[in-house]
């Protein structure tokens, strides 16, 4: 009963946000502030994650393909596929949702916690709004964005990693990887990318501004929505690529 009356509040704090909007100018402002927050500084750790997916991505295959009558060219296919379909996406989000979901939970919900939320509700302001939707907004344009940043660097990583362990050369790995590419790939991999955006930052919302008590409650609220929004993740995976694939 406890998910019912937790998935129940989620739906309502999500209504909750446009019950009454503010003016545009502010949402904008906010929104653009907290593109940079989410994205831009989230670019260096999505860098590290993809580049080296890739190279380990190629490392790996190049082990598991031991038959000498099996093309290396392969190797450039099953990588690009797999970073583009999978680790681009669903690997790079579970770990946003621990950089970006945990500071979002925390930035709310101490403000919640210290009568800040409630300060706004006292000057007319409608505080979920204020507060959530620029985050959400900001996590379903600038997620995908750091997805295909990752699709590049991770199919990069692969290529630099094939060709500095001699593995494979760089005609041989784009070869494959050209042979395989497919258009809805990348769309498939953009629509998980938008919706494991909505996920993080939503959640990562809901669960700060319902935090109760003091700082020891901000770090559950911060943990939860670290371990809501990856579970989520997951299962929105499997679920997206059912209705697909």
């Not at 996590?139 to 750091?146: E, Q, S």
Request: aromatic share 12%; net charge neutral.
């Amino acid at each position: 009963m406890m998910l019912f009356y937790h998935f129940g509040r989620y739906l309502i704090f999500l209504v909750s946000m446009f019950s009454k909007p503010e003016k545009l100018g502010i949402y904008l402002s906010r929104t653009f502030s907290e593109m940079v927050s989410i994205g831009i500084n989230s670019l260096p750790i999505v860098a590290i994650i993809a580049v080296f997916s890739g190279g380990v991505s190629t490392i790996q295959t190049s082990y598991q393909l031991i038959a000498s009558w099996i093309s290396k060219t392969i190797i450039g296919s099953i990588v690009s596929d797999t970073v583009i379909l999978e680790f681009a996406p669903t690997i790079t989000c579970l770990v946003l949702a621990g950089k970006v979901g945990s500071s979002i939970a925390s930035e709310i919900g101490t403000m919640k916690v210290s009568e800040q939320v409630d300060a706004l509700e006292v000057m007319g302001i409608n505080s979920a709004g204020y507060l959530a939707l620029p985050k959400i907004v900001a996590g379903v344009i600038t997620v995908p964005l750091l997805i295909i940043a990752a699709m590049f660097l991770g199919i990069w990583g692969g290529l630099m990693a094939g060709v500095a362990t001699g593995i494979l050369p760089i005609e041989m790995f784009m070869e494959g990887a050209r042979s395989s590419f497919k258009e809805f790939n990348v769309f498939f991999a953009l629509i998980k990318a938008t919706s494991f955006g909505f996920i993080i930052t939503s959640i990562s919302s809901f669960q700060g501004y319902y935090t109760e008590g003091g700082a020891l409650e901000v770090g559950k609220s911060s943990t939860n929505a670290v371990v809501y929004s990856s579970v989520m993740i997951l299962c929105a995976d499997y679920v997206i690529a059912q209705l697909f694939l």
